[in-house]
């Protein structure tokens, strides 16, 4: 009896997959655990494995949608008949309906001479005349149009198919605006110091400035536990565990790998965790675990030249940190003016949960811990 291949359930929130592509054809000899298809969710691809030795059959379509669970494949014993699988009938033909008759075509003798001389179906032309009757005038407009050099052929749109990952993003960022009421506050800091750090700590590890954020953030949550709660029914749940979400750009969208424990991290841990991360979502390797389950997140654009921006809070969480890029510039320092590397930090947070004071304490958290970096050290 055949076995069915199933679409797996790949987290607690995935209803439905696409089976993106099959790696061995229909009809095809596969042994037990051999790789025979890869499906995707909202979030990651996965590679689905045969459940038994024998002949794979398809019963989904690439790029097909299958709820989870539902069958998308068979492995059968060879000369097997998987009746789920065979054609239906035709259905029988429909009796055919005689033609209505000829609708008589009204025009003029003198247009009716001129399309018999160009060979023009006067079926193919609108009257103008009383009745709808054909003119000549109308024919000689058929014919100069005819004449007229047809338009250009449009190019081919490059169509994106808006399924997975897009829209996952779609879905999740439209929730996001619907449900809470998102405020974004901003703060500019003197990022000096921590770009003098970097460049010292670079020999020992790689490290980026997002790497230094995200430590920072972390540092502040413990101060700062609302920024790192969550809504649940009528109840605010400050969560212990400090998760952090750290977005990462994909060809096809926006991905979020998460740093977990990063408060209990190292800054040089929390370096490899992110680079680690960062490869295994380019690689499209990441697991399910990995890519859920944040508490805050952190989403850095410095690197496109953007200065400020609006980030949108990933939900369930209730805040998010935009990073902006680090530009030199005159600044007051210390009763001088002199040139200092500047840097711009936007939190968007939910206003239901957290007002404008406390977040703009740990906002400041944030600024002190950057602006001393070595703090991040402690």
């Known amino acids: 009896m055949a076995v069915k291949v199933i679409m797996p359930k790949l987290g607690m929130a995935m209803t439905e997959g696409t089976v993106v592509k099959w790696l061995k054809p229909d009809g095809a000899r596969v042994e037990k655990g051999e790789r025979i298809a890869v499906v995707m969710s909202k979030k990651i691809t996965y590679e689905v494995e045969a459940p038994a030795s024998g002949i794979l059959r398809h019963a989904a379509a690439e790029k097909e949608v299958k709820a989870v669970g539902e069958v998308i494949g068979y492995i059968a014993e060879p000369g097997e008949v998987i009746p789920e699988l065979e054609k239906v009938p035709a259905a029988p033909p429909v009796a055919e309906v005689p033609a209505p008759p000829a609708k008589e075509i009204l025009a003029t003798p003198a247009a009716k001479r001129l399309a018999k001389e160009h060979g023009i179906d006067l079926s193919q032309i609108t009257g103008t005349g009383p009745g709808g009757r054909i003119t000549e005038k109308d024919v000689m407009a058929f014919i100069e149009a005819r004449k007229a050099p047809p338009p250009p052929p449009r190019p081919p749109a490059k169509v994106i198919p808006f399924i997975g990952m897009r829209q996952a993003i779609a879905e999740r960022m439209t929730q996001s605006l619907q ?23 670079k020999g020992e590890f790689e490290l980026t400035y997002t790497d230094m954020v995200v430590k920072a953030a972390a540092m502040a949550l413990k101060k700062h536990p609302l920024l790192n709660s969550t809504l649940i029914g009528e109840e605010i749940h400050l969560l212990d565990e400090i998760h952090i979400g750290v977005a990462v750009a994909l060809e096809g969208g926006l991905i979020v790998p ?43 654009l410095g690197m496109y030249g953007v ?25 007051c320092y210390q009763g001088q003016i002199v040139p200092r ?27 002190e811990l950057l602006e001393n970096p070595y703090r991040l050290l402690l």
Do not use: W
Request: overall charge negative.
């Open 179 to 201: 449900t809470m009421a998102q405020v974004t506050i901003t703060t500019e800091i003197d990022a000096t110091e921590l770009v003098r750090m970097r460049e010292q700590l």
């Open 258 to 300: 998460v740093v977990r424990n990063a408060d209990k991290k190292s800054l040089k841990e929390i370096a490899a965790e992110t680079r680690r991360l960062a490869e295994g979502a380019r690689a499209g390797t990441l697991t399910v675990d990995e890519v859920t389950g944040s508490t805050f997140t952190v989403t850095n």
């Open 307 to 331: 200065d400020t921006f609006t980030p949108i809070i990933n939900p369930p969480e209730v805040a998010i940190l935009g990073v902006g890029r680090i530009v030199e510039k005159p600044a």
């Open 341 to 367: 590397a500047m840097m711009c930090l936007s939190l968007t947070f939910d206003h239901r949960i957290v007002d404008g004071a406390p977040a703009a304490e740990f906002l400041r958290t944030v600024k």
